[in-house]
């Protein structure tokens, strides 16, 4: 199936500083990147989706200076989680969506970032 | 906020035992796919069901869509310790590609 990464893996950094996580599709394009965070025992809260050209879309409540994406290409996505603060850390994780026809829409996912603000 | 409600939350089995995790929307649904999350691991795919009332299988695993395609459930039978981790079910509600997660069943087998 098809392979996403993420980097960095886990990131532990002081407050007031900003972290980029990339995430990479290795060996097929996509147009469409979704970005989640995760809570500990708590379910994928979808933050935004990102269009390799265009801006991304955030969902509600989601702060747009805060979580800088950008889809400069088919197969990079980054977030950049900017002036983080402690009640910033957690579970990013990305996923891409496989586009064309005949497939089942499937996400594939990255095997996430764990990020820690002290 | 969420718009696809899972349960159980927890789902502690005796190895061997079946067990059924339920997904309900508030709205149709234009598919729903189930996913496994094992314990410090990432979501991983494991089917997609798309017509009304469609049963799928993989082994022991039978996913159900119900047919008025508001609900979907995973039965799992003869439970072994590899079924160990949380399984989510994420309905695709509009047609911009977007996944509404439900919170999640988390198994636990006990020997």
């Known amino acids: 199936g098809a392979v996403v990464s993420q980097h960095p893996s886990w990131v532990i950094c002081k407050s007031g500083t900003s972290v980029k996580i990339e995430c990479r599709s290795l060996?097929?394009?996509?147009?469409?990147m979704f970005w989640y965070r995760q809570f500990p025992k708590q379910s994928l809260m979808l933050m935004a989706t990102?269009?390799?050209?265009?801006?991304?879309?955030?969902e509600q409540g989601v702060e747009k200076d805060k979580f800088l994406i950008n889809h400069a290409s088919l197969t990079l996505s980054t977030l950049t989680v900017t002036s983080a603060h402690p009640e910033d850390s957690s579970f990013y994780i990305c996923s891409a969506r496989v586009a064309g026809e005949g497939l089942d829409n499937e996400q594939f996912f990255g095997p996430g970032t764990r990020l820690t603000v002290l | 906020g969420q718009q696809v409600m899972q349960i159980p939350q927890y789902q502690h089995v005796q190895e061997g035992e079946d067990f059924t995790t339920y997904c309900n929307s508030s709205t149709t649904l234009s598919n729903i796919q189930w996913y496994k999350q094992r314990p410090g691991g990432h979501p991983v795919f494991l089917i997609q069901?798309?017509?009304?009332?469609e049963v799928k299988k993989q082994k022991r695993l039978t996913f159900q869509f119900g047919e008025a395609k508001k609900n979907s459930s995973l039965h799992i039978t003869a439970t072994q310790t590899t079924d160990v981790g949380t399984y989510f079910c994420a309905g695709r509600i509009s047609n911009d590609y977007k996944l509404s997660f439900g919170a999640g069943t988390t198994v636990t087998v006990r020997a």
């Open positions: 069901l798309v017509k009304s009332g």
């Open positions: 060996d097929f394009q996509a147009t469409t």
């Open positions: 990102s269009n390799e050209g265009s801006k991304a879309t955030y």
